[in-house]
């Protein structure tokens, strides 16, 4: 058994933020983190990159090199740190301390935490479209993963689907490093501009860093000489073993490609698993369909003493996040009674203020690339459920059958039984589900979550430490 | 499948895979390393026994489930590849003497 005043689970942005906030204020910090390094999904590797790949930080560019610093503040500040540690349950009584079960070094480990911060991110959404399951597909976010972890880059014919900022920086780190791109479809349907208008003034007025950022990410890929469809619908993913070609239709006329790799990028949602195995109160986003957890203004969720800062909590990037992050510790070190905390009351203002402009240039962002209104409109053999191969016609089917929402489809189809426990079918099922009862997101409901969370041995379960 | 840009103060790692010894590098998770070496697929599903490989490379799709010294069901994408490991494909549903619990929620 380990005690903490604050037990906080992921090491992004939001959480070394926190970390290293709560341990100024005074309180004693566990850091719990799946990753070997810290840095989240943004500042992946950052530190191996520093010292052993210098090189790959020019072209991975200055908002990743910005994470050397991070990790320095985090790792200076004296918070505990248990990186690739599991967390598969989190008991957390709406009163008394929170207990973290963590999966660590091949034993099951039990935190006791007065306060528990939640910065598990965001996962990017899940793309199902036909030969989504195909070798060789994967998502832009891992394909980066592999060039940041691993200076990995894959072959030639490789092509970029999709929509978002992400696909854009991903197409310039390429373009940076000198890794071929075959092409580059872009999904994003046409009138961006149109949709973006009304909240080009606020974007501008607080957000134009972002933006000048956007068009310089723009302006790489258009110099590029990769070829760009776009407003690509339809696309598809062909091959026997392996994906070989890639079907689409843009400006109207089909297309064929040759591809050995294909990375599909739709924007990203806040992981859903922890929020949802503790019962928060979740809302649906209707400008970036997912659902996120309802927060307090001080970052609490409807779980007293359980906290999400970061994407986790609804998407807003990494500066965000760690402004989030920021915020959260600061309250919990008010609402712990921290001994430290001399101008608390004004940090807490700066912090909300930087949040705020952070966050100003979201709407733009949600109207310029919508995500995919598709999905909720698949049909047919598509698989929408991987680990069970559960179809887009068999979910409309358990609809029809009476399945009022997600769970009553789980145990119809064994969607979302399998080992990922619906991570990457959820919010299709519920986007089909809504569509086929004409129903909103929000009266359909998601997956009850239950523990473990991942995947826990016997021997680890059998191992569990003991009391102090 | 994959190219790897030149970096020479990484050590390299030797692990096998279905008992061929495969090099890969420090600091690569196991899935990584399978991708790296040209691996096309590291499981097949239980219901259809479909070939997959990984698919988001951060924790959530599982479709890099791997068996490990021994222990199936192991995220490959979260384990650090280390000299000597014994890296099996997954296939199907692993038998209950491997003993992992942890899949389904209900």
Redesign the interface.
């Given at each position: 058994m380990t005690r903490t005043d604050l037990a906080i689970i992921g090491a992004g942005p939001a959480g070394m933020e926190a970390a290293a906030t709560a341990r100024e204020a005074g309180l004693s910090v566990l850091l719990i983190d799946e990753q070997p390094e810290p840095g989240g999904q943004i500042w992946r590797a950052i530190e191996r990159n520093t010292t052993h790949r210098p090189d790959s930080l020019a072209f991975l560019g200055p908002d990743y090199a910005a994470g050397r610093a991070r990790t320095e503040r985090f790792r200076s500040s004296g918070a505990g740190y248990w990186p690739s540690a599991m967390v598969w349950h989190l008991d957390s009584p709406p009163e008394g301390e929170k207990t973290v079960v963590v999966a660590w070094d091949g034993v099951t480990r039990q935190v006791q935490a007065r306060a528990v911060l939640i910065a598990t991110g965001a996962m990017e959404r899940p793309v199902p479209v036909p030969g989504w399951t195909l070798p060789g597909v994967m998502t832009i976010g891992a394909a980066q993963t592999l060039l940041k972890s691993s200076g990995l880059y894959p072959d030639a014919p490789l092509v970029l689907a999709g929509c978002g900022p992400l696909l854009l920086l991903f197409a310039a780190q390429c373009q940076a490093a000198g890794i071929p791109v075959a092409a580059v479809l872009d999904t994003t349907p046409p009138g961006a501009a149109m949709r973006g208008l009304p909240f080009l003034p606020q974007a501008l007025l607080l957000g134009w860093r972002t933006l000048l950022k956007g068009h310089r990410l723009m302006r790489v890929l258009a110099r590029s000489g990769i070829p760009v469809y776009r407003h690509v619908r339809e696309l598809e993913a062909h091959g026997t073993e392996h994906v070989e070609r890639v079907r689409f239709v843009s400006g109207g006329q089909p297309v064929e490609l040759e591809a050995t790799t294909l990375l599909l990028h739709e924007g990203v949602v806040p992981n859903p698993q922890l929020t949802r195995l503790i019962g928060c109160e979740h809302r649906w986003n209707v400008a970036q369909r997912c659902f996120h957890p309802v927060l307090s203004d001080r970052g609490e969720t409807s779980v007293p003493s359980v906290f999400v800062a970061g994407d986790g909590g609804g998407i807003g990037g990494a500066l965000a996040a760690e402004h989030a992050g920021r915020i959260a510790a600061l309250e919990i070190a008010e609402e712990l009674g921290a001994v430290n905390r001399p101008s608390g009351d004004i940090e807490i203002v700066k912090a909300r203020d930087h949040l705020r402009a952070e966050m100003a240039v979201r709407p733009l962002l949600d109207a310029l690339y919508p995500p995919p209104a598709w999905i909720g409109k698949l049909d047919g053999d598509v698989p929408v459920c991987r680990c069970e191969d559960v179809s887009a016609r068999a979910v409309r089917g358990a609809a029809v059958d009476g399945a009022p929402g997600p769970n009553q489809a789980k145990a119809f189809l064994r969607a979302g039984m399998g080992p990922c426990q619906g991570r990457m079918c959820g919010l299709t099922v519920t986007e089909i589900l809504a569509d086929a009862h004409d129903k909103k997101p929000d009266e359909i409901g998601y997956y009850r979550i239950r523990p473990p969370i991942k995947p826990v041995t016997v021997g680890e379960l059998a191992a569990l430490d003991g009391p102090d | 499948?994959?190219?790897?840009?030149?970096?020479p103060?990484?050590r390299a790692v030797r692990f096998t895979f279905e008992g061929a010894t495969l090099s890969a590098?420090d600091?690569?998770?196991v899935a990584?390393a399978l991708?790296?070496a040209g691996i096309?697929?590291s499981r097949t599903?239980?219901?259809?026994g479909?070939?997959?490989?990984?698919?988001?490379?951060?924790?959530?799709?599982?479709?890099c489930?791997i068996e490990i010294d021994g222990?199936p069901?192991?995220?490959g994408?979260?384990?650090?590849v280390r000299d000597g490991m014994d890296v099996r494909r997954q296939l199907g549903a692993p038998g209950l003497p491997g003993?992992?619990?942890?899949?389904?929620?209900?």
């Open positions: - | 499948m994959y190219r790897r840009l030149p970096d103060r990484t590098q600091g690569d998770s990584a991708l790296a096309g697929h599903t239980p219901k259809s479909a070939a997959r490989a990984p698919y988001c490379m951060m924790g959530v799709c599982f479709e489930l222990i069901n192991r995220q994408c979260l384990v650090t003993d992992a619990v942890g899949e389904g929620s209900e």
